[in-house]
């Protein structure tokens, strides 16, 4: 039983090899974020496909799930808690960086290709024989449990201490007790300011989103009326065009009453 | 046991276990243990603390006395015992045990740094009296004198290392306890820098004796040098010398001592005349196995110890500051000592005879140049003395007979060993014999010069040339008594110990024949007379004629000499600049971590620690470049080389 | 490489007797996890301090009641206990033991003073003032230090590369969050977690790239399967060997900071909070030691003639550009950091040796510098200058005249890292380079050689800053050293007490160092 692969499986392979490599480089290389994200996607899958084709089926579905379905995901929720459009300055200061790094690269690449490529393999094992016997789900499974129980349980700590440094770094606890609605009103009220509120947000009824300023009667935005948040994203729209489109409207009005 | 000292019958002496070795340890743990409770005590011990640590010298000195008279009464080949205290690292293909040994050699120097430490405990009781933070300076002494004593006492290289570093740590604690001049922090750093040089030589002689014998106390290294190679010897003797050379200020490490000497006089007194700067003599002489299996390192010993002597002669002529002049004589009388240590067999008795004699007449007569700084309101300008032997007697009297001891005339101490060198030089014959010889007879006759000059300048003289308002005192018996007993020793030691045939005693610690000595007078002779003339020219010039109070212009060797000989510019010249224009040539970043002054070779290693600063630049992707630098590098290497 | 699987589930044999040092030690770690959820605030600190010793004091009696009489290799060949895994198991847990108690230093506070109180306020926020003010403490700091120990015991009895992957990243994990929580200075200590962090997954990635090559190589990632693979496969498989086998060293030298791959070590070592730097020097080093120890010695000892000069290369550039390096620094911690770079140079050179008395001056030295260096941290952590660190080397000038017993103390430790006689540090060097003379062959005494000019080199370093403390006029501000409290004490006496002890009589640890150098196959 001959376990080199087959027409097929070489034509599929030269065909995805080279667009999961452009994947992974897509990954490095893309200006944004996203489509950084979507070239790892890209490799993924591929990657699972193959595991497939080599008739690693669970293998092939489990990398495809877990890459493209869940890590995927996390790095696009942190893409949208980041912004889509933010992305890092690609200016190099350091002199010489890139290109030493270029030339190291190719130097790596190519001293292992050496090695690599020098050495004569001997025939693959191939899942056959397993999935004849017992079905390579039931043998992963089996190693799983079995001979590499230990690390599978060791990697809930690694589980455990990542949820602990994610609460560590990241969960603020409310120091003191937060205002609630009575307070914040009796607070206007005593101090005086805003007493009905602060103004909301948008622009008579041509454009009331979050993100446009109201207008002050004599026409200039405030930024009162807009989330802090949005301001220091710098996510705050000017509500301009909509003042222009309404002075327009108001000079036709204007110029056909007059008419 | 039996096969053990028939192994080491071979090399002469053979250690027995136990015997009267059996309390050395004493003699170290006492300072030791005053060390401790003065340092750990704190101000508690104030006011018990100083006379605590005197006292616990003089006890160690007792020890000593002790065992030295029960050596006294053991036969010459039973004089030398060893005692282990502990094993030291018990496992291994390397095994390691700590002792003591105690033969005719460590107890001359066992004795001779108890009493002179001791006596200079006494006298530092006067001398820092005032001061107020006395128990810290009584505490390091006895830890120097502690330290000394291991080193002296160490049955192997590598415990005499610990005493090495121990006496060089005392000793910065002791020439530091007086930081208030600014300038001395560079001195301190050229002392310290120096010193590594040396120990570095040390540290690594030890390693090779390890690589070469497999083991390194002084038996088990005696008994394997017939096995070595003359290169291995050779190697070993020159890193033994370049130790040696950095502890005993020779050249070319030299530098250092001048610039110690801003520390305490009863410091200078005892580490840089009687105790810690012989240690390089001392090394030598206990290495005497090894040079003999390597001529050439054992002529370099000789010519290191020419060179100094000379060199030392030479700067002692144009300093006027007394204890710079003390230092630089120091320098060139150790150089004696070294070159008779690189005669062979017949100079290493001499080197310690006059090691001892040395150490008992310069000590006193630091403690004379003490006192009169103590009288003159700490002025060291000895063209501002003159005549002080009417206002401080006994001071004037006891540095006298250091002063003639010094210069060798009979029957005083330094006639009785110095002479002998510079005999011993000439009875090597040959040119080598013929040029050592005539730089010993030189240098004794530029020694009688100089140590007059220093003399006359500071007590005789045609006036007194004071600055105003000096009213020059004699110091307190407690300086003074250290001084007298001092001076007995310089007048006496020699005759003493020339007469009771301290060759004889030392010489089963060397083995080899016994050399018959016979006294070669018609040298004798010359050496007395180039030494009159070294005196007469200085009591015409210091003492008839008038001392100009401030330094003439001089000829260019006087320059030189009160140049050091440029010693500075040299090193500068050699070491440093090329160094410093290294360091600028790499240097990106700051240069602020280096001392420059520090030397030469500390200005290359900081200039590459700079260039090297620079790739840590703070960025992760320049770190993980340089990372991935490091895997390509290997993988290419191997890759070359598979 | 059809393994025959058995129709049957057979579970793997566990042998808890052996391993039952680590279970106390996660088992602590998660019972600490739990008191972070559910007691109330004021109580967290002390109930965690006393869980945190008491899971290690249990671990240590654990280790030397079942584990020590239960040598074996266990979990169906994930570990092996033997000799060296329990010595250096030994080692971690009192290095975990000490660690915590340096961690646990609260100077009179109310928290622990090296941890921010909340590490997710933004540095100088009001926030921060609020939780400060609170007292408010980052005690997860004990559970995280609890699990990264765990990770350090499977690292040094670690028997396959998948274990040893697993084990890194357990014990690097939390680090490198415990590196990013210092209450002073705050940005510093972040940016030392994040570079320690991203240069952390980048050797991770080497390493995963050298075990996968290995595996390709012998079909096993099993040390003891790819050591005899090495020994039958044809020669025509070596592509892989080589490769793999420096890969996978590189990704372990990262973690012991060898050069060229020491780059973190100095800015993580300075921004990490200092009892962690401590833990980090003394502990990290000694488990990653243990990994190096086990593959060169059980997995790839018999193909070292092909790699070990490429070590040796690493180990030269570590003792040279470690010591040169420290030539100019002028921070404390940093300088401590170059000088654990160096120390791992020195320690390379024994592990170089192939011979049982190595793996015994290995294990020596990892405990000497540990201890030294934990005492030598809890030091630098008490001197202050209104109120933060005064870690800049001129701030600690004339230290020796205001507090004659810390620099003292500190002096004596630095005599150690010197290696000068009588201290830990030199019986320790003497201890990895005899072996190196004896058996290392000439590229031996060669790196014997450039380690004793390299210790030379950072000898003159250690001198200059006794030199400092002793003879430097001390320049008039208020730099202080705070008075320690039992914690700090005991890390202190114990290091310098072992510094003394192992140098005067290290007859009793050498002894049992050379007894633990058989590894189990």
Same mark, same amino acid.
């Given at each position: 039983?001959?376990?080199?692969?087959?027409?097929?499986?070489?034509?599929?392979?030269?065909?995805?090899?080279?667009?999961?490599?452009?994947?992974?480089?897509?990954?490095?290389?893309?200006?944004?974020?996203?489509?950084?994200?979507?070239?790892?996607?890209?490799?993924?899958?591929?990657?699972?496909?193959?595991?497939?084709?080599?008739?690693?089926?669970?293998?092939?579905?489990?990398?495809?799930?877990?890459?493209?379905?869940?890590?995927?995901?996390?790095?696009?929720?942190?893409?949208?808690?980041?912004?889509?459009?933010?992305?890092?300055?690609?200016?190099?200061?350091?002199?010489?960086?890139?290109?030493?790094?270029?030339?190291?690269?190719?130097?790596?690449?190519?001293?292992?290709?050496?090695?690599?490529?020098?050495?004569?393999?001997?025939?693959?094992?191939?899942?056959?024989?397993?999935?004849?016997?017992?079905?390579?789900?039931?043998?992963?499974?089996?190693?799983?449990?079995?001979?590499?129980?230990?690390?599978?349980?060791?990697?809930?700590?690694?589980?455990?201490?990542?949820?602990?440094?994610?609460?560590?770094?990241?969960?603020?606890?409310?120091?003191?007790?937060?205002?609630?609605?009575?307070?914040?009103?009796?607070?206007?009220?005593?101090?005086?300011?805003?007493?009905?509120?602060?103004?909301?947000?948008?622009?008579?009824?041509?454009?009331?989103?979050?993100?446009?300023?109201?207008?002050?009667?004599?026409?200039?935005?405030?930024?009162?009326?807009?989330?802090?948040?949005?301001?220091?994203?710098?996510?705050?729209?000017?509500?301009?065009?909509?003042?222009?489109?309404?002075?327009?409207?108001?000079?036709?009005?204007?110029?056909?009453?007059?008419? | 046991?039996?096969?053990?000292?028939?192994?080491?019958?071979?090399?002469?002496?053979?250690?027995?276990?136990?015997?009267?070795?059996?309390?050395?340890?004493?003699?170290?743990?006492?300072?030791?243990?005053?060390?401790?409770?003065?340092?750990?005590?704190?101000?508690?011990?104030?006011?018990?603390?100083?006379?605590?640590?005197?006292?616990?010298?003089?006890?160690?000195?007792?020890?000593?006395?002790?065992?030295?008279?029960?050596?006294?009464?053991?036969?010459?080949?039973?004089?030398?015992?060893?005692?282990?205290?502990?094993?030291?690292?018990?496992?291994?293909?390397?095994?390691?045990?700590?002792?003591?040994?105690?033969?005719?050699?460590?107890?001359?120097?066992?004795?001779?740094?108890?009493?002179?430490?001791?006596?200079?405990?006494?006298?530092?009781?006067?001398?820092?009296?005032?001061?107020?933070?006395?128990?810290?300076?009584?505490?390091?002494?006895?830890?120097?004198?502690?330290?000394?004593?291991?080193?002296?006492?160490?049955?192997?290289?590598?415990?005499?290392?610990?005493?090495?570093?121990?006496?060089?740590?005392?000793?910065?604690?002791?020439?530091?306890?007086?930081?208030?001049?600014?300038?001395?922090?560079?001195?301190?750093?050229?002392?310290?820098?120096?010193?590594?040089?040396?120990?570095?030589?040390?540290?690594?002689?030890?390693?090779?004796?390890?690589?070469?014998?497999?083991?390194?106390?002084?038996?088990?290294?005696?008994?394997?040098?017939?096995?070595?190679?003359?290169?291995?010897?050779?190697?070993?003797?020159?890193?033994?010398?370049?130790?040696?050379?950095?502890?005993?200020? +020779?050249?070319?490490?030299?530098?250092?001592?001048?610039?110690?000497?801003?520390?305490?006089?009863?410091?200078?007194?005892?580490?840089?005349?009687?105790?810690?700067?012989?240690?390089?003599?001392?090394?030598?002489?206990?290495?005497?196995?090894?040079?003999?299996?390597?001529?050439?390192?054992?002529?370099?010993?000789?010519?290191?110890?020419?060179?100094?002597?000379?060199?030392?002669?030479?700067?002692?002529?144009?300093?006027?500051?007394?204890?710079?002049?003390?230092?630089?004589?120091?320098?060139?009388?150790?150089?004696?000592?070294?070159?008779?240590?690189?005669?062979?067999?017949?100079?290493?008795?001499?080197?310690?005879?006059?090691?001892?004699?040395?150490?008992?007449?310069?000590?006193?007569?630091?403690?004379?140049?003490?006192?009169?700084?103590?009288?003159?309101?700490?002025?060291?300008?000895?063209?501002?003395?003159?005549?002080?032997?009417?206002?401080?007697?006994?001071?004037?009297?006891?540095?006298?007979?250091?002063?003639?001891?010094?210069?060798?005339?009979?029957?005083?101490?330094?006639?009785?060993?110095?002479?002998?060198?510079?005999?011993?030089?000439?009875?090597?014959?040959?040119?080598?014999?013929?040029?050592?010889?005539?730089?010993?007879?030189?240098?004794?006759?530029?020694?009688?010069?100089?140590?007059?000059?220093?003399?006359?300048?500071?007590?005789?003289?045609?006036?007194?040339?004071?600055?105003?308002?000096?009213?020059?005192?004699?110091?307190?018996?407690?300086?003074?008594?250290?001084?007298?007993?001092?001076?007995?020793?310089?007048?006496?030691?020699?005759?003493?110990?020339?007469?009771?045939?301290?060759?004889?005693?030392?010489?089963?610690?060397?083995?080899?024949?016994?050399?018959?000595?016979?006294?070669?007078?018609?040298?004798?002779?010359?050496?007395?007379?180039?030494?009159?003339?070294?005196?007469?020219?200085?009591?015409?010039?210091?003492?008839?004629?008038?001392?100009?109070?401030?330094?003439?212009?001089?000829?260019?060797?006087?320059?030189?000499?009160?140049?050091?000989?440029?010693?500075?510019?040299?090193?500068?010249?050699?070491?440093?600049?090329?160094?410093?224009?290294?360091?600028?040539?790499?240097?990106?970043?700051?240069?602020?971590?280096?001392?420059?002054?520090?030397?030469?070779?500390?200005?290359?290693?900081?200039?590459?620690?700079?260039?090297?600063?620079?790739? +840590?630049?703070?960025?992760?992707?320049?770190?993980?470049?340089?990372?991935?630098?490091?895997?390509?590098?290997?993988?290419?290497?191997?890759?070359?080389?598979? | 490489?059809?393994?025959?699987?058995?129709?049957?589930?057979?579970?793997?044999?566990?042998?808890?007797?052996?391993?039952?040092?680590?279970?106390?030690?996660?088992?602590?770690?998660?019972?600490?996890?739990?008191?972070?959820?559910?007691?109330?605030?004021?109580?967290?600190?002390?109930?965690?301090?006393?869980?945190?010793?008491?899971?290690?004091?249990?671990?240590?009696?654990?280790?030397?009641?079942?584990?020590?009489?239960?040598?074996?290799?266990?979990?169906?060949?994930?570990?092996?206990?033997?000799?060296?895994?329990?010595?250096?198991?030994?080692?971690?847990?009192?290095?975990?033991?000490?660690?915590?108690?340096?961690?646990?230093?609260?100077?009179?506070?109310?928290?622990?003073?090296?941890?921010?109180?909340?590490?997710?306020?933004?540095?100088?926020?009001?926030?921060?003032?609020?939780?400060?003010?609170?007292?408010?403490?980052?005690?997860?700091?004990?559970?995280?230090?609890?699990?990264?120990?765990?990770?350090?015991?499977?690292?040094?009895?670690?028997?396959?590369?998948?274990?040893?992957?697993?084990?890194?990243?357990?014990?690097?994990?939390?680090?490198?969050?415990?590196?990013?929580?210092?209450?002073?200075?705050?940005?510093?200590?972040?940016?030392?977690?994040?570079?320690?962090?991203?240069?952390?997954?980048?050797?991770?990635?080497?390493?995963?790239?050298?075990?996968?090559?290995?595996?390709?190589?012998?079909?096993?990632?099993?040390?003891?399967?790819?050591?005899?693979?090495?020994?039958?496969?044809?020669?025509?498989?070596?592509?892989?060997?080589?490769?793999?086998?420096?890969?996978?060293?590189?990704?372990?030298?990262?973690?012991?900071?060898?050069?060229?791959?020491?780059?973190?070590?100095?800015?993580?070592?300075?921004?990490?909070?200092?009892?962690?730097?401590?833990?980090?020097?003394?502990?990290?080093?000694?488990?990653?030691?243990?990994?190096?120890?086990?593959?060169?010695?059980?997995?790839?000892?018999?193909?070292?003639?092909?790699?070990?000069?490429?070590?040796?290369?690493?180990?030269?550039?570590?003792?040279?550009?470690?010591?040169?390096?420290?030539?100019?620094?002028?921070?404390?911690?940093?300088?401590?950091?170059?000088?654990?770079?160096?120390?791992?140079?020195?320690?390379?050179?024994?592990?170089?040796?192939?011979?049982?008395?190595?793996?015994?001056?290995?294990?020596?030295?990892?405990?000497?510098?540990?201890?030294?260096?934990?005492?030598?941290?809890?030091?630098?952590?008490?001197?202050?200058?209104?109120?933060?660190?005064?870690?800049?080397?001129?701030?600690?000038?004339?230290?020796?005249?205001?507090?004659?017993?810390?620099?003292?103390?500190?002096?004596?430790?630095?005599?150690?890292?010197?290696?000068?006689?009588?201290?830990?540090?030199?019986?320790?060097?003497?201890?990895?380079?005899?072996?190196?003379?004896?058996?290392?062959?000439?590229?031996?005494?060669?790196?014997?050689?450039?380690?004793?000019?390299?210790?030379?080199?950072?000898?003159?370093?250690?001198?200059?800053?006794?030199?400092?403390?002793?003879?430097?006029?001390?320049?008039?501000?208020?730099?202080?050293?705070?008075?320690?409290?039992?914690?700090?004490?005991?890390?202190?006496?114990?290091?310098?007490?072992?510094?003394?002890?192992?140098?005067?009589?290290?007859?009793?640890?050498?002894?049992?160092?050379?007894?633990?150098?058989?590894?189990?196959?």
């Amino acid at each position: 039983m001959s376990n080199a692969p087959g027409t097929g499986e070489a034509v599929l392979f030269w065909i995805l090899g080279p667009l999961a490599v452009l994947g992974s480089l897509g990954l490095i290389f893309a200006k944004k974020a996203v489509h950084a994200a979507l070239g790892m996607a890209l490799t993924m899958i591929i990657l699972g496909i193959f595991y497939i084709a080599q008739d690693a089926h669970f293998l092939g579905v489990i990398q495809v799930f877990v890459y493209t379905g869940a890590v995927m995901m996390l790095f696009l929720f942190v893409l949208m808690l980041v912004g889509v459009d933010s992305s890092d300055g690609l200016l190099e200061t350091l002199k010489g960086q890139r290109l030493a790094t270029a030339v190291l690269v190719l130097g790596l690449g190519g001293l292992l290709t050496a090695a690599l490529g020098s050495v004569t393999y001997p025939e693959p094992a191939g899942v056959k024989s397993i999935n004849e016997e017992t079905g390579n789900v039931s043998a992963m499974a089996e190693l799983i449990f079995g001979r590499y129980v230990w690390v599978f349980e060791v990697t809930s700590a690694l589980l455990i201490t990542a949820a602990l440094g994610a609460m560590v770094l990241a969960h603020r606890e409310r120091l003191g007790k937060g205002r609630n609605q009575r307070d914040w009103s009796k607070r206007r009220v005593l101090r005086g300011e805003y007493v009905a509120g602060l103004p909301a947000p948008g622009v008579y009824a041509r454009h009331n989103a979050v993100d446009t300023p109201a207008l002050l009667p004599d026409g200039t935005p405030t930024p009162l009326s807009v989330s802090r948040v949005l301001t220091a994203r710098d996510q705050v729209t000017t509500p301009e065009r909509y003042v222009e489109a309404e002075d327009r409207i108001a000079g036709q009005i204007e110029e056909d009453s007059s008419r | 046991m039996h096969t053990l000292i028939q192994s080491l019958a071979t090399e002469g002496a053979a250690a027995t276990e136990g015997g009267h070795a059996a309390y050395a340890w004493l003699l170290i743990a006492l300072p030791a243990l005053g060390a401790a409770i003065l340092l750990l005590g704190g101000k508690r011990t104030n006011k018990f603390g100083p006379a605590l640590a005197t006292g616990l010298s003089w006890a160690s000195f007792a020890v000593g006395a002790v065992i030295f008279v029960t050596m006294l009464g053991l036969g010459a080949e039973e004089r030398a015992a060893h005692a282990e205290l502990w094993n030291w690292i018990p496992a291994g293909q390397f095994q390691l045990s700590a002792g003591l040994l105690v033969d005719q050699l460590s107890m001359s120097f066992v004795l001779l740094i108890t009493f002179v430490g001791s006596l200079i405990h006494v006298y530092s009781l006067g001398y820092m009296e005032h001061d107020p933070d006395k128990r810290r300076f009584f505490a390091y002494l006895n830890l120097f004198v502690a330290s000394m004593l291991v080193l002296v006492l160490a049955d192997s290289y590598l415990l005499l290392f610990v005493g090495w570093e121990g006496v060089g740590l005392a000793s910065y604690l002791l020439i530091g306890f007086w930081n208030h001049n600014p300038a001395y922090a560079t001195a301190a750093n050229k002392a310290f820098f120096v010193n590594r040089v040396g120990d570095l030589g040390l540290s690594i002689a030890i390693m090779m004796m390890f690589a070469t014998f497999g083991k390194v106390d002084f038996a088990s290294v005696n008994a394997g040098v017939d096995g070595a190679s003359t290169t291995q010897l050779t190697a070993i003797g020159l890193l033994l010398l370049v130790g040696a050379c950095g502890k005993s200020a +020779q050249f070319p490490l030299q530098s250092w001592l001048g610039d110690a000497m801003a520390g305490p006089t009863p410091v200078s007194a005892l580490i840089h005349a009687a105790t810690m700067v012989t240690a390089g003599v001392y090394l030598v002489v206990r290495s005497h196995a090894i040079f003999e299996g390597a001529p050439n390192a054992q002529l370099a010993v000789a010519i290191v110890g020419a060179i100094t002597l000379l060199y030392g002669a030479i700067v002692g002529c144009a300093k006027d500051d007394i204890k710079k002049a003390l230092a630089a004589s120091t320098m060139s009388q150790i150089g004696y000592m070294m070159l008779a240590a690189g005669l062979g067999p017949i100079g290493y008795a001499f080197a310690i005879f006059h090691l001892l004699t040395h150490g008992f007449f310069k000590a006193g007569m630091f403690l004379g140049a003490g006192s009169v700084m103590h009288g003159m309101n700490d002025q060291v300008d000895m063209r501002r003395f003159g005549r002080l032997s009417g206002a401080m007697k006994v001071t004037w009297v006891t540095f006298g007979l250091g002063w003639l001891a010094i210069l060798g005339i009979p029957p005083f101490a330094g006639f009785w060993s110095k002479d002998k060198i510079i005999e011993s030089a000439f009875a090597v014959g040959g040119t080598r014999g013929w040029i050592l010889g005539l730089a010993t007879l030189i240098g004794a006759g530029i020694t009688a010069f100089y140590m007059s000059r220093l003399f006359f300048m500071t007590f005789h003289g045609k006036e007194k040339r004071w600055t105003d308002g000096q009213h020059p005192h004699e110091s307190p018996a407690t300086m003074t008594v250290p001084m007298i007993v001092l001076s007995i020793g310089s007048g006496l030691l020699g005759m003493i110990l020339a007469f009771a045939g301290f060759a004889q005693w030392l010489h089963p610690v060397f083995g080899g024949e016994e050399h018959e000595e016979h006294t070669n007078w018609p040298l004798m002779a010359i050496t007395l007379l180039v030494v009159a003339a070294g005196l007469l020219l200085a009591y015409w010039r210091y003492w008839r004629e008038e001392v100009p109070k401030r330094a003439p212009e001089g000829n260019l060797l006087t320059q030189a000499a009160r140049a050091d000989l440029y010693q500075d510019a040299i090193n500068e010249g050699l070491f440093m600049r090329p160094g410093i224009h290294l360091t600028r040539a790499l240097v990106f970043t700051d240069t602020k971590g280096v001392d420059a002054t520090a030397g030469g070779l500390a200005a290359t290693i900081g200039g590459f620690s700079s260039r090297l600063r620079r790739l +840590q630049n703070g960025y992760v992707r320049s770190y993980a470049l340089t990372m991935l630098t490091g895997v390509v590098a290997v993988l290419g290497v191997l890759w070359v080389m598979n | 490489m059809s393994a025959a699987v058995p129709a049957v589930f057979e579970a793997v044999k566990v042998d808890y007797a052996a391993i039952a040092p680590m279970l106390v030690v996660v088992g602590g770690a998660l019972i600490g996890v739990l008191v972070e959820a559910v007691a109330p605030r004021s109580t967290r600190y002390g109930a965690q301090l006393v869980l945190t010793l008491a899971t290690i004091a249990a671990a240590l009696v654990a280790l030397f009641v079942w584990a020590v009489p239960h040598k074996a290799v266990t979990l169906g060949q994930s570990l092996a206990i033997d000799g060296p895994a329990l010595f250096l198991q030994a080692t971690l847990l009192v290095f975990g033991l000490l660690g915590v108690l340096a961690m646990s230093e609260r100077f009179g506070g109310k928290s622990a003073d090296a941890f921010t109180p909340m590490g997710a306020s933004s540095p100088g926020s009001p926030q921060e003032a609020a939780a400060t003010r609170a007292g408010f403490a980052t005690s997860e700091v004990f559970p995280l230090a609890l699990f990264s120990l765990f990770g350090m015991l499977i690292f040094v009895a670690a028997n396959d590369l998948i274990t040893m992957f697993v084990a890194l990243e357990v014990l690097s994990l939390p680090l490198y969050i415990l590196t990013g929580l210092a209450r002073r200075r705050r940005l510093l200590s972040q940016e030392a977690s994040l570079k320690y962090f991203l240069l952390g997954a980048f050797s991770s990635a080497f390493f995963l790239f050298g075990a996968a090559l290995l595996y390709g190589f012998s079909g096993s990632s099993d040390l003891k399967l790819i050591a005899r693979a090495i020994t039958t496969n044809s020669s025509q498989m070596n592509g892989l060997l080589l490769p793999g086998a420096i890969l996978v060293l590189i990704g372990l030298l990262f973690k012991v900071g060898a050069v060229p791959f020491h780059s973190w070590t100095p800015d993580a070592y300075q921004g990490a909070p200092t009892p962690i730097t401590g833990f980090m020097a003394a502990a990290t080093k000694a488990a990653a030691f243990g990994a190096i120890l086990r593959i060169a010695y059980v997995g790839l000892e018999v193909s070292r003639w092909d790699w070990r000069v490429g070590v040796g290369l690493i180990a030269a550039a570590t003792m040279i550009v470690g010591a040169v390096l420290s030539v100019t620094q002028t921070d404390v911690k940093r300088l401590l950091a170059y000088s654990s770079v160096a120390h791992a140079g020195f320690i390379l050179v024994g592990l170089l040796s192939f011979d049982g008395n190595g793996i015994a001056g290995v294990m020596f030295y990892l405990v000497a510098y540990g201890l030294a260096t934990l005492a030598a941290f809890a030091i630098v952590a008490m001197i202050r200058q209104g109120g933060s660190e005064a870690t800049h080397l001129s701030q600690w000038a004339g230290l020796g005249r205001k507090h004659p017993v810390v620099a003292g103390i500190f002096g004596l430790l630095l005599l150690a890292f010197a290696g000068i006689p009588l201290t830990s540090g030199f019986t320790s060097k003497f201890a990895v380079f005899a072996p190196a003379i004896h058996s290392g062959g000439t590229m031996g005494v060669l790196l014997v050689v450039i380690g004793v000019l390299a210790s030379a080199v950072t000898a003159y370093v250690y001198f200059r800053i006794i030199v400092l403390m002793y003879f430097t006029q001390a320049p008039e501000d208020d730099v202080v050293a705070l008075t320690p409290s039992v914690a700090t004490t005991i890390v202190v006496t114990v290091g310098v007490l072992a510094t003394l002890l192992l140098g005067i009589v290290p007859g009793l640890l050498l002894q049992l160092a050379q007894d633990a150098s058989t590894f189990l196959l």
